[in-house]
């Protein structure tokens, strides 16, 4: 049976193979050309906010400004991965101060839910849909920060084509239609959710006009009032009798005393190039571990596709998600050792169990000395470029739905562990453990590339792809975002559950037949898959010719645009 069950995969392969040996092995592997511009790019999962990021930078707005007038549509054109139900982490550069800004915008658990609850009433693992996972949204104050700092043009401005096309209604893409169908099935029984997503008892199809006047009567508040009435004004009143009458902890003064957090990227250099990332508990810095214990190879001359380097590629991730489990967590309750677990040291230290010709069925986590979502990126006529990425978590979240405010709430509280003495065990007030990473590379401390990958732990593993690409293969901008994939599931879990198998090797079609057998030779367990590769964004700057990159992957319904 088990070798029927190979069979089939390598015959999986073999179909997927054919048509793309040629592609890989030439290296010319974009779907479409890069877009260049000179006064400012946009690129966005879903052509009309890139549209509405455009339109606001040629008003004069900032990137900041942009990306929150694209985010705020989002939330409505792509609830599958976004909203202000949920959370928003940013990375700045800023060409005034000629430096980085981070912003953590994730909300905490509810104060009066507590860890006895969970295990009075059994629960083993948080449950993924409910009011039991929702924690605060922490988006708009996200919005709120960055417009503070970093904007320039009034609030009631940048919402406005959120608000227009709430009302008018806008026509659902391929893409986003599908996983707004599959989200709904599941959804469609909590409270509020089919009143605001599935008009006429369905969810819309491609092409479909969808209209939310709910939610454009919420951005219209926060237009006239300002952001902060999301927390201290009806909106908050709102969700806290929403959630208590419907069996939720989430309260106003859970809201009211929300507010986002600015924070120091950390950062690596990768052959001459600085990766940065937000520090946990995101866990933007495991794809800053990949790349050090990386950096001790010669990757280029592996080449891309190759055996070597996918085997090389699944052992340093799987090293480094070990640690993810065991340290990453809410700095604010746990001692997570940043500092040791990027450097370059503990990268060699690890390596000492890593076997160049066997896949580990297991690593153990390291002893440091002590310590679906959206993503888009702007940049303007001014040259402050943003790295933004926003999400509900399990697609369009908890599935509870205040139908008078028109969005849904996340469920990100379902990555805690219940597991007593972990570091990212539950606790009132406390953030959860975080998939989503924006990302930024400069070089010689000067701004190069802002790019993201969605799509939870595949995040740091495409990450470190889109690096090595970049830096190690030479490709384009388009090009490596486009290029074959790899992701691997399994090893430890951030809710603590160990995986001893080895997990699952899972590759894009696009790699030979002969790359597949020699990685199940080396014992690695490959499929094929289709999807969970993420969505990449990305903008460079071309500091010789005073112009900007933007790519956006074909994997999305997305689009690079500039002016």
């Known amino acids: 049976m088990k070798k029927k069950f190979y069979s089939l995969v390598v015959l999986l392969f073999l179909v997927g193979s054919l048509f793309a040996q040629d592609?890989?092995?030439?290296?010319?592997?974009?779907?479409?050309?890069?877009?260049?511009?000179?006064?400012?790019?946009?690129?966005?999962?879903?052509?009309?906010?890139?549209?509405?990021?455009?339109?606001?930078?040629?008003?004069?707005?900032?990137?900041?400004?942009?990306?929150?007038?694209a985010d705020a549509a989002l939330g409505l054109m792509e609830p599958t991965g976004s909203g202000m139900g949920g959370d928003l982490f940013a990375i700045v550069w800023d060409a005034k101060t000629q430096k980085l800004y981070g912003l953590n915008s994730s909300g905490p658990s509810p104060k009066s839910l507590t860890l006895d609850y969970f295990k009075s009433h059994g629960y083993k693992f948080i449950p993924a849909h409910g009011p039991l996972p929702v924690s605060v949204p922490g988006c708009v104050d996200g919005w709120n920060e960055l417009h503070k700092k970093f904007g320039k043009l009034p609030v009631k401005e940048i919402l406005q084509p959120a608000i227009q096309y709430a009302r008018e209604g806008f026509p659902v893409s391929e893409l986003i239609a599908y996983y707004w169908q599959l989200n709904a099935r599941i959804l469609k029984k909590y409270p509020g959710f089919a009143d605001i997503f599935m008009p006429n008892g369905k969810a819309p199809s491609k092409g479909e006009i969808f209209k939310n006047p709910a939610l454009a009567n919420t951005l219209e508040l926060?237009?006239?009032?300002?952001?902060?009435?999301?927390?201290?004004?009806?909106?908050?009143?709102v969700i806290d009798k929403y959630m208590h009458e419907n069996g939720g902890f989430l309260s106003y003064s859970d809201l009211a005393n929300y507010h986002a957090e600015w924070v120091e990227p950390e950062h690596t250099n990768y052959r001459g190039y600085d990766v940065w990332e937000l520090p946990p508990n995101g866990q933007g810095i495991a794809a800053l571990q990949m790349l050090n214990m990386l950096e001790n190879f010669d990757v280029k001359s592996m080449g891309f596709g190759s055996a070597e380097y996918i085997h090389l590629l699944t052992e340093v991730k799987k090293l480094a998600f070990e640690d993810r489990a065991k340290f990453y967590a809410d700095p604010r309750f746990a001692d997570v050792p940043?500092?040791?677990?990027?450097?370059?040291?503990?990268?060699?230290?690890?390596?000492?169990?890593?076997?160049?010709?066997r896949a580990a069925r297991y690593y153990p986590a390291g002893q440091p000395e002590k310590g679906n979502t959206i993503y888009m990126t702007v940049a303007d006529q001014y040259g402050n470029m943003i790295s933004l990425i926003q999400s509900n978590y399990r697609g369009m979240g908890s599935g509870m739905a205040p139908a008078e405010l028109?969005?849904?709430?996340?469920?990100?509280?379902?990555?805690?562990?219940?597991?007593?003495?972990?570091?990212?065990?539950?606790?009132?007030?406390?953030?959860?453990?975080?998939?989503?990473?924006?990302?930024?590379?400069?070089?010689?401390?000067?701004?190069?590339?802002?790019?993201?990958?969605?799509?939870?732990?595949?995040?740091?593993?495409?990450?470190?792809?889109?690096?090595?690409?970049?830096?190690?293969?030479?490709?384009?901008?388009?090009?490596?975002?486009d290029a074959p994939r790899i992701r691997?599931?399994?090893?430890?879990?951030?809710?603590?559950?160990?995986?001893?198998?080895?997990?699952?090797?899972?590759?894009?079609?696009?790699?030979?037949?002969?790359?597949?057998?020699?990685?199940?030779?080396?014992?690695?367990?490959?499929?094929?898959?289709?999807?969970?590769?993420?969505?990449?964004?990305?903008?460079?700057?071309?500091?010789?010719?005073?112009?900007?990159?933007?790519?956006?992957?074909?994997?999305k319904d997305g689009q690079a645009a500039g002016y």
């Open 406 to 481: 028109g969005f849904d709430l996340q469920d990100r509280g379902e990555l805690f562990t219940l597991k007593e003495g972990q570091n990212n065990t539950y606790a009132p007030g406390k953030r959860p453990f975080h998939t989503i990473i924006p990302a930024f590379i400069t070089k010689d401390g000067k701004p190069w590339v802002s790019f993201g990958v969605m799509g939870g732990a595949m995040q740091p593993q495409g990450h470190t792809q889109i690096v090595v690409n970049l830096i190690d293969f030479g490709m384009n901008l388009q090009e490596a975002g």
């Open 23 to 69: 592609r890989v092995s030439s290296l010319n592997l974009a779907t479409r050309s890069e877009v260049i511009a000179r006064h400012g790019m946009a690129c966005t999962s879903q052509p009309l906010a890139t549209q509405i990021a455009l339109d606001i930078l040629k008003k004069g707005g900032t990137a900041i400004d942009a990306a929150i007038a």
């Open 488 to 555: 691997h599931d399994g090893s430890s879990q951030p809710t603590g559950t160990k995986m001893r198998d080895g997990g699952w090797l899972n590759l894009e079609s696009g790699f030979s037949y002969d790359v597949i057998r020699k990685l199940m030779q080396m014992g690695h367990r490959v499929r094929y898959s289709l999807g969970g590769y993420g969505g990449y964004q990305a903008i460079m700057w071309d500091a010789k010719n005073k112009v900007y990159y933007g790519a956006s992957e074909s994997r």
């Open 338 to 357: 940043v500092k040791q677990l990027i450097s370059k040291a503990y990268a060699k230290e690890r390596l000492k169990l890593y076997n160049p010709n």
């Open 222 to 237: 926060l237009a006239k009032k300002g952001f902060r009435e999301f927390y201290e004004g009806k909106p908050a009143k």
